[in-house]
């Protein structure tokens, strides 16, 4: 199989000219893009309206198997659900589809493990085996995609998943899971583009998020493409001694540097940057450190999503309390920085990036 075309990892342009260099119209293109990413097709075959002896060729010559789940946990509401894949190499990644009243939010991976080494993400407490291809990145959301679709209207609602199929079965689509966007950015631009292609699957721009711990260069790279996506730092600190302890790349990219790249990138957008801050008891979470974060952010065009930390095992981290998150929060309001604290979703099913694969290679291994 390995030596077959992976179709999703195709643009619309390399598959044109692969059906071409067949002698195929130039519209057949067209029509595999819709089976592909609007009928979310599983099966070469069953492309109906495609003449056999192409669907045979397309069978025998191509594969759309890029992942197979292999481990899942689902949380007791059904609302948030993890999936463990492995790939056509044998590495395997995580990714989450969380269910809310009108959303179908799917949470995927860019890279094989990650070489930030965060000290908060088991992810980042491994190491980086490679990049994924744009193919590897879009089947995650398919996979979901297929998955909601096959549950059907009925069962979708039971397990809050969403209000009902109207629309796409994916609504939102965020780049947070393993690895870094920017620093396998080629391949994730390229998915971003296949999933907003109005020929296929048709994601609104302003429905995708990328997340960033801060590689400057591909934030302002990023400012210059043409599709209105959403942006989300990775903060987590706001002063450069206690991020290079957090965030080791912020050594690379100090805040100074990481600031100058996000005001940039609002300036030239005109889009709200979203800044994620996990918040770990005793770490950042103080008054003092909270009028620093405001004094940071002030006047920027941005939000500041509080995130009660996704503890991980083997570290003596722990979530901040409630009632100092809502002090926190409360201080960025009063400095004029808009601010929320994000419900967490899958604690109880290890939903934070990395967790699943984790565990599932300690069981291998025991």
């Known amino acids: 199989m390995a030596d077959r075309v992976a179709l999703y990892d195709l643009t619309h342009a390399q598959l044109a000219?692969?059906?071409?260099?067949?002698?195929?119209?130039?519209?057949?293109?067209?029509?595999?893009?819709?089976?592909?990413?609007?009928?979310?097709?599983?099966?070469?075959?069953?492309?109906?309206n495609l003449p056999r002896s192409l669907r045979e060729r397309l069978a025998a010559e191509t594969d759309l198997q890029l992942l197979a789940p292999i481990a899942g946990q689902q949380s007791a509401s059904g609302r948030t659900r993890k999936t463990l894949?492995?790939?056509?190499?044998?590495?395997?990644?995580?990714?989450?589809?969380?269910?809310?009243d009108q959303r179908r939010t799917a949470c995927i991976s860019t890279q094989v493990g990650c070489a930030m080494g965060c000290v908060f993400c088991a992810t980042g407490q491994g190491s980086l085996s490679r990049n994924l291809s744009a193919g590897e990145i879009?089947?995650?959301?398919i996979h979901f995609a297929r998955?909601?679709?096959?549950?059907?209207?009925?069962?979708?609602?039971?397990?809050?998943?969403?209000?009902?199929?109207?629309?796409?079965?994916?609504?939102?689509?965020?780049?947070?899971?393993?690895?870094e966007p920017l620093a396998n950015y080629e391949a994730t631009w390229?998915?971003?583009?296949?999933?907003?292609?109005?020929?296929?699957?048709?994601?609104?721009?302003?429905?995708?998020?990328?997340?960033?711990?801060?590689?400057?260069?591909?934030?302002?790279?990023?400012?210059?493409?043409?599709l209105p996506i959403n942006l989300a730092i990775s903060l987590h600190a706001p002063d450069d001694e206690l991020r290079n302890r957090l965030v080791p790349v912020n050594r690379r990219y100090?805040?100074?540097?990481?600031?100058?790249?996000?005001?940039?990138?609002?300036?030239?957008t005109k889009r709200?940057?979203?800044f994620e801050y996990a918040l770990i008891a005793g770490v950042n979470d103080s008054a003092q450190q909270a009028r620093q974060l405001g004094e940071l952010l002030q006047g920027l065009l941005g939000h500041v999503n509080l995130i009660p930390l996704n503890p991980i095992p083997d570290t003596a981290l722990r979530p901040s309390p409630r009632e100092q998150v809502d002090a926190f929060r409360d201080l960025l309001v009063e400095a004029g920085v808009p601010a929320t604290v994000r419900v967490r979703r899958g604690i109880g099913i290890e939903a934070g990036c990395g967790q699943l694969r984790q565990r599932q290679a300690g069981i291998a291994s025991g």
């Open 190 to 226: 390229q998915a971003i583009e296949t999933l907003a292609d109005a020929r296929g699957y048709n994601l609104g721009a302003r429905r995708i998020t990328l997340s960033t711990v801060g590689l400057a260069p591909g934030i302002r790279r990023l400012a210059g493409e043409g």
């Open 85 to 100: 894949f492995r790939l056509r190499d044998g590495h395997t990644i995580e990714s989450v589809l969380m269910g809310y």
């Open 254 to 268: 100090p805040l100074g540097e990481l600031m100058a790249a996000v005001r940039e990138y609002a300036q030239k």
């Open 138 to 141: 879009v089947a995650q959301v």
């Open 147 to 179: 998955e909601i679709q096959v549950a059907g209207l009925e069962q979708s609602i039971a397990l809050g998943i969403g209000a009902g199929l109207q629309g796409h079965p994916v609504t939102n689509v965020v780049l947070m899971g393993m690895g």
């Open 17 to 48: 000219d692969l059906l071409a260099g067949w002698e195929q119209p130039r519209f057949r293109a067209d029509q595999v893009w819709h089976w592909l990413y609007r009928s979310l097709a599983g099966d070469l075959t069953a492309m109906g």
């Open 272 to 274: 709200r940057v979203t």
